[in-house]
Nanobody
Framework: QVQLVESGGGLVQAGGSLRLSCEAS?????IAWYRQAPGKQREVVAS???????TYVDSVKGRFTISRDYAKNTAYLQMNSLKPEDTAVYYC????????WGQGTQVTVSS
């Protein structure tokens, strides 16, 4: 299995910020951050290709920034202006075909 270790989550108030980190044991051409809220389907939040091109789901545009160190198999998600609806477990994985899933990191935003 691919080792995927997410970290950096926590409990913050609305309007606060967090920076998530992901360490993977292998390299992906396109790495992504996913999130899954209780009772909801897992969704892609942001992605970054090896060229540095990035994409974001509409709900986080202007607030979240994905970055990566391609050579080190690491990815980051800077989350600003957090909202309660951002509360979820956040995972990193590749696109379009995810590997196995890591444990994720919990982000909880209080109002």
């Amino acid at each position: 299995q691919v080792q995927l270790v997410e970290s950096g989550g926590g409990l913050v108030q609305a309007g606060g910020s967090l920076r998530l980190s992901c360490e993977a044991s292998v390299r992906a051409n396109t790495i992504a951050w996913y999130r899954q809220a209780p009772g909801k389907q897992r969704e892609v939040v942001a992605s970054a290709g090896f060229t540095g091109l990035t994409t974001y789901v509409d709900s986080v545009k202007g607030r979240f920034t994905i970055s990566r160190d391609y050579a080190k198999n690491t990815a980051y998600l800077q989350m600003n202006s957090l909202k309660p609806e951002d509360t979820a477990v956040y995972y990193c994985n590749r696109i379009p075909s995810p590997w196995n899933w890591g444990q994720g990191t919990q982000v909880t935003v209080s109002s």
